[in-house]
């Protein structure tokens, strides 16, 4: 079984630029999620998926950060402009469903897309 | 809101030895479910194990054992046999329902021959 893609792998651009990240998550898997993790911390839940409407998006600042799943399967996360406190690892993840917990339906990762903001 | 905590921020073990890795957590809801990820230099969050509140034995995958004390909102990660491919950071992480994974901060593991 394929596991969730992610590309690009590595970017780096100049601060007011803009970005976009592309994710295919396992086929089947309703629940896509997008997470921002910055050097020396744990992942943080920027926006939530059930097929293609957005579940919870607390933490995504919008006012530069958006993001899409037209369809109900792959998604891409913008961010324009950028700035320097971007910089970090973006996580794609995916999982059967929203109530995550028991045997089989756990959230599955993507290898991150590293940005680079100078 | 869910708060994970890992106090120690890097751990040594000798191959062959078993370590254990810390996790504290605090959320109010009865029902919540406890996770563990490896996170190895390549950035993948590979999951690990996982326990539930309910659960009442600890959970077990392979060398991977929790140690799950409830009162205490305590849920340990042992590693038995530490081999070379372990080293890596590993991530605390807790849910509740239907709300969001929320990860602590991490503790990195370094194995040497």
């Known amino acids: 079984e394929a596991g969730v893609a992610q590309s690009p792998r590595y970017k780096i651009i100049e601060k007011r630029q803009s970005v976009a990240f592309w994710c295919n998550p396992i086929?089947?898997?309703?629940?896509l999620y997008w997470y921002q993790q910055i050097l020396g911390q744990g992942p943080k839940l920027l926006i939530q998926?059930?097929?293609?409407?957005?579940?919870?998006d607390s933490q995504l600042p919008k006012d530069r950060f958006s993001a899409e799943r037209l369809k109900g399967v792959d998604s891409t996360l913008k961010i324009q402009p950028a700035k320097l406190e971007d910089s970090a690892v973006y996580l794609c993840?995916?999982?059967?469903?929203?109530?995550?917990?028991?045997?089989?339906?756990?959230?599955?990762f993507g290898e991150g897309s590293w940005l680079t903001v100078v | 809101a869910q708060k994970i905590t890992q106090t120690q921020p890097g751990m040594f073990v000798q191959e062959k030895e078993a370590v254990t890795l810390d996790c504290t957590y605090d959320?109010?809801?009865?029902?919540?479910?406890l996770f563990w990820y490896k996170q190895p230099s390549s950035g993948e969050m590979i999951f690990l194990i996982y326990?539930?509140?309910?659960?009442?034995q600890n959970a077990t995958e392979g060398r991977y054992s929790l140690n799950f004390q409830k009162a205490r909102k305590s849920a340990n990660l042992v590693i038995s046999a530490s081999q070379l491919g372990d080293s890596a950071m590993y991530f605390c992480?807790?849910?509740?329902?239907?709300?969001?994974?929320?990860f602590g901060t991490g503790t990195r593991l370094l194995v040497s021959p």
């Open positions: 959320t109010s809801d009865p029902s919540y479910g």
């Open positions: 998926f059930q097929n293609n409407g957005v579940v919870d």
């Open positions: 992480a807790v849910n509740t329902g239907f709300q969001k994974l929320v």
């Open positions: 326990q539930g509140s309910y659960d009442q």
């Open positions: 086929s089947g898997h309703a629940t």
């Open positions: 993840a995916s999982s059967q469903g929203p109530n995550v917990g028991g045997p089989g339906n756990t959230i599955y």
